[in-house]
């Protein structure tokens, strides 16, 4: 992750965790929903902003939000591996996993250059090669 990237993330999840801890849940939300914009297509970050948002549903007892979110953790595995996310998705159980959506101007001027079908071909040929890799190691 680069460092401006990094540093606007881990902004968004202080401003978030803070807003959890004095139970405003709904400013919490926005500011995951902004942190997942910037960490969707780094496995560690993704994890994290969707594990706070199922602690947001769960202390809102939202049954949605916590269906949604315990779905999203299982996919963010997929979605790593293959590198394909909805670009600008913020990650809600409100919206669809797999629709992309409008950037806030802030936070695209950070992801500028990001370019997913990039990170989709260099993690499927990265896999392919592994995948090789392992093959020959047991055909030996």
């Given at each position: 992750?680069?460092?401006?990237?990094?540093?606007?993330?881990?902004q968004?999840?202080?401003?978030?965790?803070d807003?959890?801890?004095r139970?405003?849940?709904?400013?919490s939300?926005?500011?995951?929903e902004?942190?997942?914009?910037?960490?969707?297509r780094?496995?560690?970050?993704?994890?994290?902003?969707?594990w706070?948002?199922?602690?947001?549903?769960i202390?809102?007892?939202?049954?949605?939000?916590?269906?949604?979110?315990?779905?999203?953790?299982?996919?963010?595995?997929?979605?790593?591996?293959?590198?394909?996310?909805?670009r600008?998705?913020?990650?809600?159980?409100?919206?669809?996993?797999?629709?992309?959506?409008?950037?806030p101007?802030?936070?695209?001027a950070l992801l500028?250059?990001?370019n997913?079908?990039?990170?989709?071909?260099m993690?499927?040929i990265?896999?392919s090669?592994?995948?090789?890799?392992?093959c020959?190691?047991?055909?030996?």
């Amino acid at each position: 992750m680069k460092a401006t990237i990094r540093s606007a993330f881990d902004q968004e999840m202080s401003l978030a965790k803070d807003a959890y801890n004095r139970r405003q849940l709904d400013d919490s939300f926005k500011l995951l929903e902004r942190a997942h914009i910037l960490g969707q297509r780094y496995f560690i970050a993704h994890l994290i902003t969707h594990w706070w948002m199922l602690k947001v549903g769960i202390r809102k007892m939202d049954w949605r939000e916590i269906r949604g979110q315990v779905l999203r953790l299982i996919a963010v595995i997929p979605a790593y591996l293959l590198g394909w996310v909805p670009r600008g998705n913020t990650g809600g159980a409100n919206v669809s996993a797999l629709k992309p959506m409008p950037i806030p101007d802030d936070l695209a001027a950070l992801l500028k250059g990001n370019n997913v079908w990039v990170d989709m071909f260099m993690r499927v040929i990265s896999w392919s090669f592994i995948g090789t890799i392992a093959c020959i190691g047991v055909l030996k």
